[in-house]
Structures are given as C-alpha cells and as structure tokens.
C-alpha cells in the first residue's frame, strides 16, 4: 500500500522532470541540518537536471534575501514579519533543555525555566533570534538567566555541552536524533516555550516551475515528518 505522502510525492513528479533549472533557498542552519538532506534526495530523483543552491543565514538575512528576491523562497521562523511576506507554518516546536546523560537534570521528565538559573548555562549570542524570543518569553520573571558561554551557532553549544562544559536551552530541531549521542534532551516547563517554523515568499511574486515544486515537496515532507519527530524526542525523553 502506497502511503499518501509518496502517492502524493509521485504526482510531483509529472511531465516537467525533465526541468533543467536551479532553485535559490535560503534556510536557517537547524532547518538545513534535519530536513533539507532527504527532501533534497527525493527532489533529485524527481527532477535529476535541476540544480539547488542553499543560503545558510540568520532569520534576518533570510528574511532580507527574500524580499530583494536573491533566493526564490526562505525557511524561516516567523519572529520577524513584513506586510509583504507569505509565512506558511510547517513546524512548531518547543525548546528543550541539552545536557549530558551523566548530568544530574537529565532523569528529570521536566525541568522548569528557573531551576537553570543555578546552572552553567551555554546559550547563542544576543541578536540571534532564539535567544531574543527565549528573552522574550520569560521578561515577565523576578529572575534572569546568565548565560556563562555564548556562541554564534547552536551547533557548537552542542558541542560545549557534550564536552561537560554546561546545559543549554535549544530548539527541539537542534538536538542530535542518533541514539549514539551523549546529549539527551528534557522538556523545558514554566513556561513552555515554542518557536515556529515556516515558509516564507514575497506575496504575489510567482515562482517559477522548479522553484514552484521544490517548495510543494518540502510542504508535503515537513508536515508529514514533523509530528513523528516531536513524538520520537518525547518518547525518548521519558525512556531516558
């Protein structure tokens, strides 16, 4: 039986596969890491003379990459709008807290925002748009996070945490999905607090045909895959 997403894969695939072309996106780096790889396969095999070229940027340099039309479309999260701009939400996810299996926090099922202020906590720098939305989120409390280590990428305060140096608050997507990894995730409470996902294009500027399917291939991949994602990190969450 023939799964709904690859009948719906297969009618992407129609007469234009012999397309010669090459699609511009530009994609913050977590959504590059997890999403783009297979969908970026299944396109290939879709449409083999069709070129893609990936940005990796900042929320705001995509954003501003999108809207001088130097990419065809974004992925993006939707802390920054424009009148001008089309956001179609694909994934909403929570923040979680990063930390090593050996690591007193991480037997815990959950852990709450104000339990880290006693914490050596690793986090990206001030104008990211995690940070800002993380900042955001808990202004309202008597306390405040300091952030002891702060890094331009959330790939290297993973990379921090593995070596023992601290924890960190990271959005789900960031999080190693290898069973072989060291770092474990725990759900982060009071508050929860999520960060959204989507596809960003100037309105009414058409894409062109390529540009045009790529975009409908990763709306159908994101959307299927995302919920199993997010109920495979809670699942092994509480299995820890």
Known sequence: MISSLDAAIFNLNDSTSQLHDTVTLSCIPTAVFYFLPRAIVQFNKNYPNIKVRIYEQGIETCMNSVRKGEVDFGINMNFITYPDIDFIPLVNE?????????????????????????????GVRKSSGNRQLIEKCLADKPWRLDWFYEVRHLSTSLGLVEAGLGVSALPCLAMPHSGNSTVVSVPLVEPVIRRTLGMIRVKNRPLSAAAERLASLLLLMWTDEAGALWRNVVDATHNT
Do not use: G, M
């Open 94 to 122: 929570p923040f979680v807290l990063a930390c090593r299996q050996d690591h007193p926090l991480a037997c815990r099922k959950l852990v709450e925002w104000r339990e880290l202020v006693s914490q050596t906590l690793i």
